[in-house]
């Protein structure tokens, strides 16, 4: 009988909110050819320059939100996996795709003595830039064991239902309006993913024309989770995209220019929630927490309240129970008979 581990992962964060750790997670984040798709020498220069200028400005937007086990993307991923080793018994590992705990560090963890794999993806949207890479990293560290990795679940319904739960719970009565806002993604990316190179960003409606695309298209899977989404609220609701890094063209509409105009229209009372991330960290902490709730009152809001993400909630702990321990066709077989 294969004895089966449990792998939580997640995208990764700096080992300290120190300028040194954020320089050197930053240049491993962005090193990724999936994150930024230039040839190995020009990707080499322009990291070194991001991570220089960034890692300053970044490690003290960390510390606003470190904690003192680690971060909070790294506590939520720990108190995950306790949660689910304590419904099922089974070896449980955290994973980071980039920084400690790494992929590697997990294998040795789970390989002495598991012979299956089943690896819970953080992205409930496809992108080439998250759910790829880690697909990819995961077949080269894990090539000796039977591994599956949870397919994107962004329009599955309990992970909705959870979702919606929590919207139900923290969204105030007085709040006037709700943006959920997703990390955001270079357009160049959504080009990419599209085979057909004649559908994706071709027309402004090309979310809502069905296409064999949708498969591995973020914009689509984003939207398409945001109007399950809109049932569980009785306010307006808008999409926007997050954390756009770079001069190059990103997804619109942009967070913190959406909020911006939410409060000139009037808007008084914001609720924003990110359903893109499964914890809580530094973009939903401190980029929406801070800095755009800052642009929001600057406008002339009066309040912006932050959703928390699934954390580990208890419908979200639920649903990874079950496909931790579920042989259908909730996985995709990674390597392995």
């Not at 880690?134 to 990795?149: G, N, Q």
């Not at 809109?230 to 954390?243: E, G, I």
């Not at 929630?273 to 530094?282: G, Q, V």
């Amino acid at each position: 009988m294969q004895r089966r581990g449990i792998l939580i992962t997640n995208l990764g964060t700096p080992t300290a909110p120190t300028r040194g750790a954020v320089k050197e997670y930053l240049e491993e984040f962005l090193m990724d050819p999936y994150v930024i798709s230039l040839p190995g020498p020009l990707r080499y220069l322009l990291v070194k320059t991001i991570a220089k200028r960034r890692s300053e400005k970044s490690a003290k937007a960390y510390a606003r939100v470190w904690t003192s086990s680690g971060g909070p993307l790294r506590d939520h991923a720990n108190s995950l996996a306790q949660c689910v080793r304590a419904s099922t018994s089974l070896p449980v590992a955290v994973g980071m795709r980039y920084g400690t705990p790494s992929f590697e560090d997990a294998h040795k963890l789970l390989e002495p003595s598991c012979d299956e794999v089943v690896v819970i993806s953080a992205y409930p949207q496809y992108a080439d830039s998250t759910y790829k890479s880690t697909v990819e990293r995961l077949k080269a560290v894990f090539a000796d064991t039977r591994t599956l990795i949870t397919r994107p679940y962004f329009d599955e319904p309990f992970f909705i239902d959870a979702h919606s739960a929590l919207l139900r719970e923290h969204i105030a009565s007085d709040v006037d309006h709700l943006l959920l806002s997703f990390h955001g993604v270079p357009e160049l990316h959504i080009r990419k993913a599209d085979a057909s190179q004649n559908h994706c960003l071709k027309h402004d409606d090309c979310c809502e024309m069905p296409n064999p695309t949708q498969a591995t298209c973020y914009r689509y899977q984003c939207l398409r989770t945001a109007a399950l989404l809109r049932d569980a609220v009785s306010v307006p609701t808008t999409v926007a995209f997050q954390s756009r890094l770079g001069l190059a063209s990103w997804l619109k509409p942009y967070t913190d220019e959406k909020v911006r105009e939410l409060a000139e229209s009037g808007v008084r009372n914001l609720a924003v929630a990110c359903p893109s991330f499964i914890s809580d960290n530094i973009e939903t902490l401190y980029e929406i927490g801070y800095e755009v709730r800052e642009v929001f009152l600057d406008a002339g809001g009066n309040r912006l309240d932050v959703v928390p993400c699934l954390n580990e909630s208890e419908q979200w702990v639920d649903l990874v129970v079950k496909w931790a321990i579920a042989d259908g066709e909730e996985h995709t077989l990674l390597s392995g008979d």
